[in-house]
């Protein structure tokens, strides 16, 4: 599947791949902006705005360094370019896993954004990881060195063309962010998973209780905000949380990315299931598969049909 979307920011639980099915549901023109509290990569925003389905967007998130590279990409590109390529061409001089280290200690000191985007870019599998005191502590990917800077100041220049002049940068609490909601926005959410901020792996600086995320939700619904959610999922035989309650009125589509790429490292065949749920103002009238092969997919084949309500 080609994906024509930009990619500055590598990382692990991204949904670039995905983007083309989870957006299949919406309708041109039927939503102003485009909210995504838990933006991360923003892979959801970035093939939105060039599928030309809102006109403007919102790109929010809790850790403050990310959404600094967010606000360099749309005010200052070319600035982000030169600083993560300086870093980057250290790796040249000494140790590169030395250098990965050092860069990853200034940056749990200082939080600048361009430290921070190279050590996205470089870390095992662009997986990030803190430690319970919020330092970021995932260690360097041996077998390369990172996007070459060549690729990323062209990736940084394409999302700025795509996103300035259209796009706000908030950090902040998702529920902050939804307040200024309204019935002309779409809201996607792609929080932490059930058990990923917690213990040695954790994934995000801070996660989403089940509660606070289905009251959240009920709120929405009353409030008649329509919303896609990334909420939960399984890995072979591990599940990633519970489903939603019944009473929410959502729409479960499981989307079956393919075999995981850890589980091939180990000689596995694990397979990864994503699930998405659709507001109930997003429910398709007709009847429509619930389980979709990622790799069979194409928004042309009518796979999912978009409600024109």
Known sequence: MRYEAPHPIPYQGSKRLLAPAILSFIAPGRFERLIEPFAGSAAITLAAASKKLVNSCVIADLLKPLTEIWNAILQKPDGLADAYEEIWQQQAIGDSTDWFNRVRAEFNKQHDPAKLLFLLARCVKNAVRFSNSGDFNQSPDKRRRGMHPVTMRAEILAAHKLLRNRSEVICGDFRRVLTSATSVDLVYMDPPYQGTSEGRDRRYIKGVQRSEMIAVLADLNKRSIEYILSYDGRCGGKEY?????AHLNLHRVLLEVGRSSQATLNGRDDVTVE??????????QSKMPFHVHLRSFSPQNSLFPISQQ
């Open 275 to 284: 699930s998405i749920y659709l507001s109930p103002g997003l429910r398709p």
């Open 241 to 245: 949380g519970e489903p939603l309650p």
